[in-house]
T-cell receptor, first 114, second 112 residues
């Protein structure tokens, strides 16, 4: 069965500093990988996705992520965070066919210090 | 293009009642998935519908059911509500289920 691990429950970063959120997945085949962001009381907004090809993917709001098959990782990065980036971030894995739905990590709560 | 819409946004029910939640996918999307989000269990897959057929279901009791209409709109129903059903219920749509899923704002259900 597929699984996703986000080892950091909370991360605190100063505004303007760089950010890296970790995501490790367990999946037999080549996965589809996603990062979503959720603000309080809101639904999930897609930040970026990896299906195939270039392992460094660019997303919205200045985020990027790198797929590393050897490490089963898909870490999210941003060179300089803004106060508006404070939110909950979810990594998810899906499979070709998609009928089994996405499997999500538990999320990482990002706190931005002024 | 309008996003995924869910109604109602908030609901308060009492134990034993039943509830129906509605989801309208992005125009042209034929796949609708439902997820339950709770602080303890996180985001969990409920079921997925494509062309009015349920293709898969997550590990939830039979009290949770759904359907999809010919216009791809979907409803989910929870019967005999329990306190533990209090959650944010999220609907997501995609063109065929294989691509990116786009989420709605969710329906927050409180069971008293």
């Amino acid at each position: 069965a597929q699984s996703v691990t986000q080892p950091d429950i909370h991360i605190t970063v100063s505004e303007g500093a760089s950010l890296e959120l970790r995501c490790n997945y367990s999946y037999g085949a080549t996965p589809y990988l996603f990062w979503y962001v959720q603000s309080p009381g809101q639904g999930l907004q897609l930040l970026l996705k990896y299906f195939s090809g270039d392992t460094l993917v660019q997303g919205i709001k200045g985020f990027e992520a790198e797929f590393k098959r050897s490490q089963s990782s898909f870490n999210l990065r941003k060179p300089s965070v803004h106060w508006s980036d404070a939110a909950e971030y979810f990594c998810a894995v899906g499979e070709r066919g998609g009928a089994d739905g996405l499997t999500f990590g538990k999320g990482t709560h990002l706190i931005i210090q002024p | 293009k309008a996003g995924v819409t869910q109604t109602p946004r908030y609901l308060i029910k009492t134990r034993g009642q039943q509830v129906t939640l509605s989801c309208s996918p992005i125009s042209g999307h034929r796949s609708v998935s439902w997820y339950q989000q709770t602080p303890g269990q996180g985001l969990q897959f409920l079921f997925e519908y494509f062309s009015e057929t349920q293709r898969n279901k997550g590990n939830f009791p039979g009290r949770f059911s759904g359907r999809q209409f010919s216009n791809s709109r979907s409803e989910m129903n929870v019967s005999t509500l329990e306190l533990g059903d209090s959650a944010l219920y999220l609907c997501a749509s995609s063109f065929s289920g294989e691509e990116t899923q786009y989420f709605g704002p969710g329906t927050r259900l409180l069971v008293l």
